[in-house]
């Protein structure tokens, strides 16, 4: 109970504090980056830490919401800041639609299903250059409300921080609540969440629209951060990524599912001073972290502070 | 599209349907052998392929003959793989299945980091073994090099079975991928397995990246889409299963030579993951899956 307010408390400590410490504006914009990526793992995190089912193709929901806030205005005549939550729908939809047969498939088979989901949306994303723009991408309209135009990498710090804040609030709700304890037991055995009165298929199916749905939100915010979106967004290689950084930061643990964000995002800026050896000492990280922390960072530091009492 | 499809035609998409599909066989197979011995899906699978493509083309540019820049090139691939067991998968045995994956991922990109260091970011294309002069086969034209494909895949199939089938060594690993812990308590050293596992897959990938790179070039990056039509294949045909790995490659590589020869080529990939999605929802163990049954 007091573990979930210290998490939500540190985090918002986090994000209230460090930007005292950014020698210049771009440090917002860095940081608003991982709050936009973390809340698209702890997605994630919801339905592979929590329910056990893989993805391959969380990104294609991010590329969804994307596009949907990258095109709306232009196709729908809708206000950009309507688009973004109109994503999250969308997404939703196609989740529940799609979810409904693919979770039926098991470990393996459900990573490549939801992988050929993935490879779908950037196909469509990719080749319907009249209407997406192609590989080449597309720009987002900019943001205003109430007349107020949302620039700068300082005002989207605090909307990215503030919806983390909120999605890492319902993440760990939905892990202590009877729903959350469901998806708790069928990640143990299916067969044993069935024995004792839990519907498997429709639990399974409700973390899959959640996840879609952060997916969805992350990818919007993130069309508006960067005021331009490509394909890339919902690629094999993203979803990938977003699989390592919930892996990573501990499978289990929704802080974890930041703190693997924040490294993943952070490794390649931090590392472009190694130039081309960038990627591999990227890659040599990534294989260390996980044979030395095989738990993941945020639960396996916790166990290692736990052994040696201060 | 035309009315109907000339024979001509279903013969060349035939034809380059099974070659590629040959190359996603090879990279299924080095899938199911490190699965089979260790529950890992590995996905520097691909990286191996890229090795042997770059290392061949690399050795071969230096000087070295074409026969002896491949078998260098299968050296370096197969060192990267028992290194890659050695260094990364053997200190953290006892992880979970997950968490050795995602160090397949790190050696992935570690690899590519490497290969972009070593060699360069660009294309590359070896010469073809037997030119370039298309044969001539019931009206269709087909590239002497598909039959260097075809035949290297055959030739590997028929070791690999033979191998399993036939030897004690073989024997062992079947055992260990039927059950570890039996495998062990019969006397198998299925550490050892493992290793010879990420050996072999490692030079079976690489003798893909060999024999295709004539027809499709090959730079640092090619082993992200590999790996992943592998992966795909592999599960097609069922994991675990090398005859399965082999069907799922070679439908694979058709469904997609069809797809784009007959509906459209910007969505060959679509086509052969809705397919792939069907025989799933059909057959959620794969085509020679076998049924598991979940303990509680």
Known sequence: MSARWATLLMLAAVIAIIPWFFPSGFYFRVAALIWVTALAAVGLQILMGQAGQVSLGHAGFVGIGAYTTALGPKYLGLDVLLCLPLGAAVAAAVAFVVGRPILRLKGHYLAVATLGFGMLVTMVLVNEVGITGGPDGTRVPRAALFGWVIRGGESFYWITGGALLLGVWVALNLQHSPSGRALAALHDSEVAARTVGIDVARHKLRAFVIAAVYGAVAGGLLALLNGFVTPDAAGFLASIEYVTMVVIGGLASVPGAVVGAALLVLLPQALTFLHEYEQAVIGLLIMLFMIFLRIGIVPGLAALLRRKPA | ?296
């Open chain 2, 1 to 296: 599209m035309a009315g109907h499809i000339m024979t001509a035609e279903l013969l060349q998409f035939l034809v380059s349907g099974l070659t590629v599909g040959a190359v996603y066989a090879l990279v299924a197979l080095g899938f199911t052998l490190i699965y089979n011995a260790s529950d890992v899906v590995n996905f520097a699978q691909g990286e191996f392929v890229m090795l042997g493509g770059m290392v061949t083309v690399f050795v071969h540019a230096a000087g070295l003959a074409l026969p002896l820049a491949a078998a260098a090139a299968i050296i370096v691939a197969v060192a990267a793989g028992l290194l890659l067991h050695r260094l990364a998968i053997e200190p953290a045995r006892g992880a979970s299945a997950v968490t050795l994956i995602i160090i397949t991922i790190g050696a992935s990109i570690f690899l590519r980091g490497v290969a972009q260091i070593v060699f360069d970011k660009r294309f590359h294309q070896l010469p073809a073994f037997s030119g370039n002069d298309p044969i001539l086969l019931g009206g269709a034209a087909i590239l002497p090099q598909s039959f260097w494909v075809l035949g290297g895949a055959v030739l590997v199939f028929t070791a690999l079975f033979l191998f399993l089938e036939r030897t004690l060594l073989g024997k062992a690993v079947l055992a260990t991928a039927a059950n570890r812990l039996a495998a062990r308590l019969v006397g198998v050293d299925t550490s050892f397995v493992l290793a010879l596992s990420f050996g072999l897959s490692a030079a079976i990938g690489a003798l893909g990246g060999i024999l295709i790179t004539p027809i499709t070039l090959t730079s640092f990056d090619v082993g992200t889409l590999l790996a992943l039509k592998g992966f795909a294949a592999a599960m097609l045909g069922g994991m675990g299963s090398p005859l399965g790995a082999v069907a799922g490659g070679l439908l694979l590589g058709l469904l997609e030579s069809f797809a784009a020869g007959t509906i459209s080529s910007a969505y060959k990939d679509a086509v052969a993951f809705i397919v792939i999605l069907g025989v799933l929802f059909a057959m959620p163990q794969g085509l020679f899956g076998r049924r598991s049954v979940e303990r509680v």
